[in-house]
């Protein structure tokens, strides 16, 4: 029997982005369902039934049975459709890293995000400086953690959609403070999953 | 070569308090070291040098190299010490259910715990509010997720400290509304691991 995949979505989400990377990464077909509108504040019943507990996108139906929490479902997009190189390294060490960057992602750079549009200086300040630990942690590395493109890098390069409108409206640019990034951004860009997903 | 483990803590901390079950469901000794105040607000240097990024207690330093953040650490013990019973099932799909029970310890039980002593009722509610979620989920299971004791319940048990204070301070008591919960926690109280970690 073939796998039934749908994916409950908004398309401007950063973290449905996550899951449609990880999706095409893996080759994985699937029905797109847009269930939210976040603009309009609506949600559809079949979300809140998927996702009793946070009501949230995205989540994932595979066969019936939902996976909630953009990261959660990545993991599981991971260990399912294995036949494809997995996104964590096999060094314990080296996942606790990949566990530590993908967690920074959410708790500082997305758990921060709102003071970016602070008229407070040292809030986008602050912001900045989140930028500035993934720069330094970055180096000279191609992706972060290891050599090849991973669970850090999903779930961190969905932010590169917002550098436009931090330059536009957010009284500074990123791409001038943080070259490093950049360059890994667009080395991330090269993907086709990656490229068809983030707005242009 | 013995592996050095050492663990920077401080012994009121419930996310401290995941980490010294996890060592003591494996086995592993280690030395432990209080680094952190959060009474007199003071952290060592050895802390901010171990992690500059956080700067927060636990950390595990085994062999030299720092883990950061509770629930990765208590990920990568199961990973390195993985001659005893992994805490994460084999099926992708209840991995990612006792993932997501984790990740709801940290956002919806640590996260909302300062609504506990909030002085308005609708905010203890919401807080009361998780505790019957999971009430639901553990139904009459014996552990979260799968019949043994795993990654879900050790993220969860360490807020059963706090009941008493709730039930003395916080003006309602999470015994009488949560039985299941109450029950599942007596339950891992049994353990040696969790019985000598937590507050009598």
């Known amino acids: 029997m073939a796998d039934e995949v749908i994916l409950l979505d908004f398309p401007l989400s950063a973290f ?28 559809s019943d079949l979300l809140l039934k998927m ?25 599981y997009i ?27 992602a959410d708790k500082k750079i997305y758990g921060d995000s709102r003071s970016v549009w602070s008229t407070k200086g040292e809030e986008r300040e602050a912001f900045l400086e989140n930028f500035k630990v993934l720069e330094a942690e970055l180096g000279d590395k191609p992706f972060f953690v290891s050599d090849t493109f991973g669970f850090a890098d999903i779930a961190l390069v969905t932010f ?22 950049v360059a890994w951004a667009k080395r991330c860009m090269q993907r086709e999953s990656i490229a068809r997903t983030l707005p242009d």
């Open 16 to 43: 449905g982005m996550r899951v449609r990377i990880a999706l095409a990464e893996k080759g994985v077909k699937y029905e797109y369902r847009e269930e939210a509108d976040f603009m309009k504040r609506i949600k």
């Open 160 to 181: 590169y959609g917002w550098f436009y409108s931090i330059k536009t409206f957010g009284q500074f640019s990123i791409e001038a403070e943080c070259p490093t990034i």
């Open 51 to 75: 996702n009793p507990v946070h009501k949230k996108i995205p989540v994932l139906i595979h066969n019936g049975k939902p996976v909630c929490e953009s990261l959660i479902i990545v993991q």
């Open 78 to 104: 991971d260990e399912v459709w294995k036949d494809k190189s997995p996104w964590l390294p096999s060094d314990p060490y080296q996942r606790a890293q990949a566990r530590f960057w993908t967690d920074f």
